[in-house]
Every structure is written in structure tokens, then in C-alpha cells.
């Protein structure tokens, strides 16, 4: 992602939030804490922090910028940094009661940051922030126990991206996206390494982003995790998951364990698809932009195998990231005033585009559209097209999901490598993620 939501999130270790019982204590109390000041010619000033890569930080100085225009009597001071760095400043600022006014929340460490008390309840300031424009298939996704600690800045789905090209090359048909099963994506994918000898393999194993079995186990009418943080999956389910990577490597259609490895570590940029040695990967639809761009070729969006095959569909609209308000904020009504604008005013949304997500506000999505580049432009109209057989989000995931992330990357090696079988995968799997989510 120069730090968007797929690219980094997917990839990057949980930093915990609290390591010791007087850090804890820190935080509980943060609600005496104080992120902002007022300075000597009465303007009110208070601090934003978010993560990103330098083009972003220009955009939010902008759109600071017009909020100041707008609103004289205060002042937003921007404190940002890359991605890892960020979780590291915002640990040791909440817990030193010292927490930004106004923050970029994820929803890997939401549940962590709300339930301890770090956060405020964004229900509570009706007056000053507008919600009735968020889209109703994420507005709740930043609620836990009837309190709204974070309001989604925009959308993204997971979805397979594929190269046209790549499969006129094979000479095998594009699929129907909206028919096809897991046993026609295991075919076409072995058929396309197949008929090139192995110069185009059909997918990019899928096993390392655990996005694409939270959609699965939708399909299959479970989750990834409830409501209450706990795993939410048979273990059945999940076996039938790291069998398709199995068929898969049985017959060729994706790179061997040894190739996925290296592919994996070097990131979108060196995917199948970005270098033209593959038909097919999965990525989040902010994404497509950049892979297509690396690819040189018009990369395409289609929807996720097997959402026909079973009663409910998996796809789900997950948010880019949070607008959030610390509960120590001395301000707290004023940074609910930026957060409203930054959610539901035109320049705002002209300026972030899609680089948030596509915005959360849907009359600010369509504002947008006819301003995005063709490859945001795919991936507005992708989301329009899917949104109506999405049935509902997910729950923010529970405290350690983060880490999560690595166990989700060693599994996969060890399947990959013939070290477990798709059934020894799902039982350790579920073991580690257990322990350290506390749900086992």
C-alpha cells in the first residue's frame, strides 16, 4: 500500500498496545488525558495523527487546510508516519495520556483501543457529526458493545484480479465471475500453467492472506471470527480451504512453495500479475491502480469463486481504515467537527479520492467518480456492482488478531512445503490462532 489498507495491513506483525499493568492503568485513565492545546490568540488546537506514505501526507495538509479555512477557530496540527512506526507512537502516547485529538484507527487493534477505554464513543456527538450518508453495509463495523469507536473512512473488497491477456495467451476463456465454483478455479488455474508449460501460471497462492478464507467460511455460512472475538469457523471448513491450495499445487496451477515464498516478499509490486508471469491473484480492489500500473496491462476485477455455490454469499466491503477521537481529548466535540468534514464535505472527498477507500459516505463516492484514474474507476464500478449481493460486514476482529498475520504466512509455507497435511494446517492453525487472540 504505499500504505493502503491491503498491502501493509496484510503484511506487517501486531505491535501490542500495552505491555506492562502501569501501562494499562495509563490507559484506562486516559480519559483524563489531554492530545490538544489552546494558544495564545485563542484558536484552538488539536492533533491528527495517521499513517501513510508522503503523497497522502500532502493530500490531509490540504484538507487541513480547507478545514482551517472554514472553521478559524481551530487549528489541526498533523502528526503522521509510515505504518510501522505509527502503532509504536500511538501505544506510547496513549498510554503516557498523551494520545492525538483526531487518529487513524484499523481495524485489527479497534477492539484493542475501544475496549481499554482509549477511545470515544462517536454516537455521542449527533450535533457536531453527521453519520446518515455511511454506508449501512460498514457503518456498524466500528462498534462494539453498542458504542461506535470508529467510523470507516471508505470501502474495499477482496477480490481475484486477472490479466486478460494472460489467458488469451493460454488460450483459456475468462470465467463467468458470477457462476463460477472452487473446482472451475482450480481448473482453469491448472489448465492455464498447463497449456504455456508453466510460462503463465494460473494464481498466486491465495493461502497467505486470510481475507480470502474469512470469505469462504462466509460462503459457507460461518466467519472468521463472532461478535465476541472468538473463531467462528469449523475446523472442517478451513481444512476444505487449504485443500484447494493443495489441488492446486498437485496440478500446477500455482508456483511452488519455494517460488510463492519469494513472490510473497516482495509484495504486490512483484506479483504474478505486476511482472506478467500469471493469470490471476487476490488483492484488495485499492490495488489495482498500482498492479495494474506494474503489469503495464488493464488488470481486471472479478468476484470470488463460489458465491453461488451455497446459500450465502462471502464477499463483504471492509474499511480502508477508522476516523477515531481519543476519549481524552479536551475537545472532543471540535474533533468530531473534523471528523464531519472529513467524511461528508465535497472538498474533502475531492482531494483524498480514493485513497482512503472509496469513501465510506456514498453520496461522496458518487461525487468523486468521474474524477478517479481508470483503474479507481474499475474498482468504483466493481464495488457498485457487488455491493448488492453483499449480505453484511463483519465484526471488528478480536485483541492479537494482528499477529494473525504470521501465522496465517507460516502455515501456509508448511503446507506449501508438504510439512502438514490441508487437515494438520487447520488444527494448528486454530491452535495459534486461539492463543493468541485468547480464544482457544
Not at 450465502?312 to 468530531?336: C, D, I
Not at 512445503?417 to 495459534?432: C, D, R, V, Y
Request: charged share 25%; proline share 5%; glycine share 10%.
Amino acid at each position: 500500500m504505499n500504505h493502503h489498507s491491503g498491502r501493509a495491513l496484510a503484511r506487517r506483525p501486531r505491535r501490542p498496545l500495552l505491555t506492562t499493568t502501569a501501562a494499562a492503568f495509563a490507559l484506562v485513565m486516559a480519559a483524563t488525558a489531554c492530545g490538544s492545546s489552546d494558544s495564545d490568540d485563542g484558536v484552538m488546537e488539536l492533533r491528527f495523527s495517521w499513517w501513510g506514505a508522503d503523497d497522502r501526507h500532502a493530500t490531509m495538509q490540504e484538507a487541513i487546510d480547507v478545514f482551517e479555512d472554514q472553521n478559524p477557530d481551530i487549528r489541526i496540527v498533523g502528526d503522521y508516519t509510515d505504518w510501522g512506526s505509527y502503532w509504536d507512537r500511538l501505544a506510547t502516547s496513549t498510554a503516557a495520556n498523551d494520545a492525538p485529538d483526531i487518529l487513524m484507527q484499523e481495524e485489527r487493534y479497534l477492539r484493542e483501543y475501544g475496549q481499554r477505554g482509549a477511545l470515544a464513543d462517536l454516537s455521542e456527538f449527533g450535533e457536531h457529526l453527521d453519520l446518515s450518508a455511511i454506508d449501512p453495509l460498514v457503518a456498524e463495523t466500528g462498534e462494539l458493545e453498542g458504542q461506535t469507536f470508529g467510523i470507516p473512512t471508505g470501502v474495499n473488497a477482496y477480490a481475484v484480479l486477472a490479466d486478460p491477456q494472460a489467458f488469451e495467451e493460454a488460450g483459456v476463456e475468462m470465467p463467468d465471475d458470477t457462476t463460477w465454483t472452487w473446482d472451475d478455479y482450480v481448473e482453469i488455474a491448472n489448465e492455464i500453467s498447463q497449456a504455456t508449460d508453466g510460462e503463465i501460471v494460473g494464481v498466486q497462492s491465495m493461502a497467505y492472506n486470510e481475507s480470502g478464507f474469512q470469505i469462504f467460511a462466509r460462503q459457507h455460512g460461518e466467519n472468521l471470527y463472532a461478535e465476541d472475538g472468538t473463531l467462528a469457523f469449523s475446523e472442517e471448513t478451513l481444512a476444505s480451504w487449504f485443500q484447494i491450495t493443495s489441488d492446486l499445487l498437485d496440478g500446477g496451477g500455482q508456483p511452488s512453495a519455494s517460488e510463492s515464498v519469494e513472490i510473497e516478499a516482495g509484495g504486490p509490486d512483484q506479483s504474478v500479475l505486476s511482472t506478467n508471469q500469471g493469470a490471476m491473484a487476490h488483492f484488495w480492489t485499492n490495488q489495482l491502480g498500482g498492479i495494474s500500473g506494474s503489469a503495464g496491462r488493464d488488470i481486471e476485477l472479478l468476484r470470488y469463486p463460489g458465491e453461488t455455490e451455497h446459500e450465502r454469499t462471502g464477499m463483504y466491503l471492509k474499511p480502508a481504515m477508522f476516523y477515531a477521537v481519543s476519549a481524552g481529548s479536551e475537545h472532543p466535540q471540535e474533533a468530531a467537527r473534523f471528523v464531519d468534514f472529513m467524511l461528508n464535505s465535497e472538498e474533502a472527498a475531492e482531494l483524498t479520492l480514493s485513497d482512503l477507500g472509496l469513501p465510506a459516505n456514498v453520496d461522496m463516492r458518487e461525487h468523486i467518480l468521474g474524477d478517479l484514474p481508470p483503474a479507481d474507476e474499475r474498482s468504483a464500478a466493481f464495488l457498485e456492482e457487488i455491493t448488492g449481493d453483499i449480505i453484511d460486514g463483519n465484526p471488528p476482529p478480536p485483541i492479537g488478531a494482528g499477529e494473525v498475520v504470521e501465522i496465517t504466512k507460516r502455515t501456509s509455507d508448511e503446507l506449501g512445503f508438504g510439512n502438514l497435511t490441508p487437515e494438520e494446517a487447520a488444527a494448528q492453525f486454530i491452535s495459534e490462532v486461539g492463543q493468541a487472540t485468547g480464544s482457544s
